[in-house]
Structures are given as C-alpha cells and as structure tokens.
C-alpha cells in the first residue's frame, strides 16, 4: 500500500490529522522496522509517557480538588500503566498500522509492550505535531472510559476500606458481606448483597457483578452509620 494512504487511513482510524505525516510515521515505526535507530520510535515512546502522565495528574489535580495525593498517585499509576496503554492502542486500531521488521511480521502475534510502546510513542507525536492542547484533548478522549473506570474503582474501594476502619473503631469487629440473592440470566445477572456488622443487618443493595454489590452496600451502611440518605435503595 502507498505510504501516504497508509498514513492517511491510520489517522482517519485514530481520529487526529497530523501536520507533518512523517511524525505519526516514526511514532509508528518499531526499532525492528526502522534503517536507523533514529527513525524509531524509542525516544517518542519516552516523551510520549511523560505527555500521558502530565495530562492524567493535572486532569485529575483540577477536576478533584478534595481528591487526596495517595488516591491521585493510584489512578494516575493504573491508566498509564502498559496493560492500560496496550488495551487502548487495540481499541483504536493501532495495532493494524505498526511498521515491524520482518522477523516480528512473520509472529502470530506481537508482545504487548510492542503496541504500549506504539500508543506512547502516538501520544508524543500528536504533542510534537499540535502542542499540548492537542495531545491533551486526544488523551482525555481516547482515556475517557480507563479514568472513568478507574476512579469508579477508588471510590468503591475507599467506600469497603472506609467501612472496615469505622466497624473496627465502632463495633470492635469487621462487617461481613451477605449474598442475599442472584437475579437474571447467565449473561446479565444482578446480585443483592447486605452488609452485617455483628448483630446488625444494615440496607443492601444491587448490583451489576458481585463486588459492585458489595462495594454499595458498603456505602449505603456508611450512610446508615452516619444518619444520611441511602444511596441506592433496595430495589431490583
């Protein structure tokens, strides 16, 4: 295939135009696949890492001012992970426009780390192409669902983790998570979990999988504990 519709097609599948192509080349070039080491992209895929981290932890340190460092440090560390990079760059497609040697284009299949590097070395690319507003809109779109998720999780998390330290202080024991029922078909199941904190049965809750269940019961017991509305009612 031409070069310059190669490029193009990958760009339409990315959804950024690029300047100058020849940047999205090299950032697409692994060192296997490159005449020089210069035309790979190694030193994009530093930049690139960078560019991730700067725009997740200001994104995160601007739109959770009571968000602690601890908790920032957490969810910035998981969506620029390489499992997160990796997971990202198939779901674009990246992986259909990587420029390899010929011993890796003969493999069934490339190691991950291969398309992480690829989807750091795009970031930097974009960043060197359109500065940083461009890198930054086509991170937090392209990352939207990985934040999202990733936040869902902390605040989850915190809700169990806060449970546990208020049983102990209050009860001097644990809580206990109580499978009350399971509701639909294999595919779209609910579950229906109680928190029990001794003797007591605290307001449950639905949820989409098991640890979902738990994690708002865990939150709705916070809420009981504390004389404030529950927030998912017991409902299916």
Request: hydrophobic fraction near 40%.
């Given at each position: 295939?031409?070069?310059?519709?190669?490029?193009?097609?990958?760009?339409?599948?990315?959804?950024?135009?690029?300047?100058?192509?020849?940047?999205?080349?090299?950032?697409?070039?692994?060192?296997?696949?490159?005449?020089?080491?210069?035309?790979?992209?190694?030193?994009?895929?530093?930049?690139?890492?960078?560019?991730?981290?700067?725009?997740?932890?200001?994104?995160?340190?601007?739109?959770?001012?009571?968000?602690?460092?601890?908790?920032?440090?957490?969810?910035?560390?998981?969506?620029?992970?390489?499992?997160?990079?990796?997971?990202?760059?198939?779901?674009?497609?990246?992986?259909?426009?990587?420029?390899?040697?010929?011993?890796l284009s003969r493999v069934s299949r490339l190691p991950n780390s291969?398309?992480a590097n690829a989807m750091e070395s795009l970031i930097a690319a974009?960043?060197?192409?359109?500065?940083?507003?461009?890198?930054?809109?086509?991170?937090?779109?392209?990352?939207?669902?990985?934040?999202?998720?990733?936040?869902?999780?902390?605040?989850?998390?915190?809700?169990?983790?806060?449970?546990?330290?208020?049983?102990?202080?209050?009860?001097?024991?644990?809580?206990?998570?109580?499978?009350?029922?399971?509701?639909?078909?294999?595919?779209?199941?609910?579950?229906?979990?109680?928190?029990?904190?001794?003797?007591?049965?605290?307001?449950?809750?639905?949820?989409?999988?098991?640890?979902?269940?738990?994690?708002?019961?865990?939150?709705?017991?916070?809420?009981?504990?504390?004389?404030?509305?529950?927030?998912?009612?017991?409902?299916?």
């Amino acid at each position: 295939m031409d070069l310059a519709v190669f490029l193009a097609n990958c760009q339409n599948k990315i959804g950024y135009t690029f300047n100058d192509p020849t940047i999205l080349r090299t950032a697409l070039t692994h060192s296997s696949g490159a005449d020089v080491p210069e035309l790979s992209n190694e030193r994009m895929e530093f930049l690139g890492d960078s560019v991730l981290g700067h725009v997740i932890c200001e994104y995160l340190f601007r739109k959770f001012p009571k968000m602690l460092e601890g908790e920032m440090t957490k969810i910035k560390s998981a969506v620029v992970s390489r499992i997160t990079c990796h997971k990202i760059a198939l779901e674009i497609g990246l992986d259909k426009f990587l420029i390899v040697g010929r011993g890796l284009s003969r493999v069934s299949r490339l190691p991950n780390s291969i398309f992480a590097n690829a989807m750091e070395s795009l970031i930097a690319a974009i960043f060197l192409d359109g500065g940083l507003e461009a890198a930054r809109e086509f991170i937090l779109k392209t990352f939207h669902n990985e934040i999202i998720k990733m936040i869902a999780d902390s605040n989850a998390n915190n809700f169990k983790s806060t449970l546990q330290h208020h049983s102990q202080k209050l009860f001097g024991c644990t809580p206990e998570y109580i499978l009350l029922e399971i509701k639909g078909p294999e595919h779209f199941k609910s579950f229906h979990v109680s928190v029990r904190i001794g003797k007591k049965i605290f307001p449950s809750a639905w949820g989409s999988t098991k640890k979902e269940a738990e994690q708002r019961a865990a939150e709705n017991t916070l809420a009981a504990l504390q004389n404030e509305p529950i927030p998912y009612l017991d409902t299916f």
